[in-house]
């Protein structure tokens, strides 16, 4: 009897040990991570072929060189069922050479690669989830030589999602892969409170969708315009939560999707003010010159992928016009001016009627008073002058001017 005692107390030891050793990969995503995912055009229709030509449109179209690395696959890469033993499946007609190769595919190209499971006992599409499985899912992305996991959060009746997320954390952690653990829970049970030590990314809200400000009624659920998803953000009060390893995600963009040229601009310029990961969801084979633009600006792409690693904030709102402000590495700030309303609008802004910004949250401040900085347009790649002047500019339906500032003095 006092053996058996022993032996549980021992198996209950190591395993406390083991949950207290259990941690996130720490060293992962120090800024938003930057790649590619399937869901928002292509839905479960996708296909190893696919993956191959996103992953050589990389390469060839300069997306690679531009930052953007994971590509990552969302529902519908599996079987219906698991085998006898309980492991996943990729499913045979769309992967018929097998997820191993296609994941060495992918990193023989230098880029990395992600999969899609959902903590319920189904994934939102209805193939199997890792409910019970997540030890055993957590070695197979590892023999794969997976890199990215997003995990969501339908059929968790009951479910407490912290420790859902945890479990999976520890068993991606066990597996010994670093793998970025993106949590996919919408917001729902405030993953922003707990996230940090679990993952490194969090969904704030419902679905994306591609306009600029709708809300889309599915019934029990709605999916959400870029404006609409920006709002929610600010109504949570979600930037103190957001740092180095552990974003918050505003979702896979629609760059690229069907909003104008001017709308893209400022959905592209928002994610990046507001650190967020930029995981572009178009289909990349034929993206229009345009859209390329957008997505591989390095002077916009610099601002959400800064070292400093602090997420912007709207610091003015008045009329048609909203101020997006960043504070940067090297004391340098980014803003973004953007059109709200759907007429043109005549920027004229006095630097010096706003003498000081605050970004009382980290303690950072931008003086026009008592210093001059110079402008910079990031999407124009042009230099505007400095902050002695006014800065005059026509913005026309939901675009946007994005500028970096530097100090001269
Ligand atoms: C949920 C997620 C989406 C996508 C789908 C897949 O709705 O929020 O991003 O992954 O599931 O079924």
């Avoid at 939102?124 to 019970?132: D, N």
């Avoid at 980014?334 to 004229?348: D, I, W």
Wanted: include cysteine.
């Amino acid at each position: 009897m006092r053996t058996k005692i022993r032996i549980i107390l021992l198996l209950t030891a190591s395993l406390m040990s083991a949950g207290i050793h259990a941690q996130k990969f720490k060293s992962l995503a120090q800024t938003p991570p930057m790649g590619w995912n399937s869901w928002n055009t292509f839905g479960t229709d996708i296909n190893e072929q696919l993956v191959k030509d996103i992953a050589d449109a990389f390469v060839t179209k300069g997306l690679k060189e531009a930052g953007y690395e994971y590509i990552v696959l969302d529902d519908g890469w599996m079987s219906m069922e698991r085998d006898p033993s309980g492991n996943l499946i990729a499913d045979p007609k769309k992967f018929p050479g097998g997820m191993k190769a296609l994941v060495d595919y992918v990193h023989s190209k230098g880029l990395k690669f992600g999969l899609y499971n959902c903590a319920g006992i189904k994934t939102c599409a209805g193939y199997p989830g890792s409910r019970g499985h997540e030890y055993q899912d957590a070695l197979l992305y590892a023999s794969w030589g997976v890199d990215y996991l997003k995990y969501d959060w339908c059929n968790t009746e009951k479910i407490n999602a912290e420790s859902a997320y945890i479990t999976m954390r520890n068993a991606l952690y066990s597996a010994g892969r670093p793998v970025v653990f993106s949590i996919c829970e919408w917001g729902d049970n405030q993953p922003w409170t707990w996230g940090k030590d679990v993952g490194h990314l969090w969904r704030i809200s419902g679905d994306i969708t591609n306009c600029w400000d709708c809300e889309l009624d599915h019934g029990s659920w709605s999916s959400w315009g870029v404006m609409k998803i920006v709002e929610m953000r600010r109504d949570k009060r979600l930037r103190q939560y957001s740092g180095h390893s552990h974003w918050n995600d505003l979702d896979m963009m629609e760059v690229g999707n069907g909003m104008t040229v001017y709308e893209d601009k400022s959905h592209f310029a928002l994610w990046c003010m507001l650190a967020s990961p930029l995981i572009m969801g178009n289909d990349l084979r034929n993206a229009s010159q345009e859209t390329l633009n957008i997505l591989k600006n390095k002077e916009v792409i610099a601002v959400n992928q800064d070292l400093l690693g602090k997420e912007g904030f709207r610091f003015y709102a008045e009329g048609d016009l909203e101020i997006w402000v960043k504070p940067l590495s090297n004391g340098e700030w980014a803003l973004a001016f953007l059109n709200r309303g759907s007429g043109t609008l005549k920027l004229n802004f006095d630097w010096k009627k706003h003498e000081r910004i605050e970004d009382a949250l980290n303690n950072l401040y931008l003086d026009f008073k008592k210093r001059t900085w110079k402008i910079r347009d990031l999407f124009n790649k042009t230099d505007l002058g400095d902050t002695k002047g006014i800065l005059n500019k026509e913005l026309k339906e939901h675009d946007v001017l994005m500028v970096k500032l530097t100090s001269t003095n």
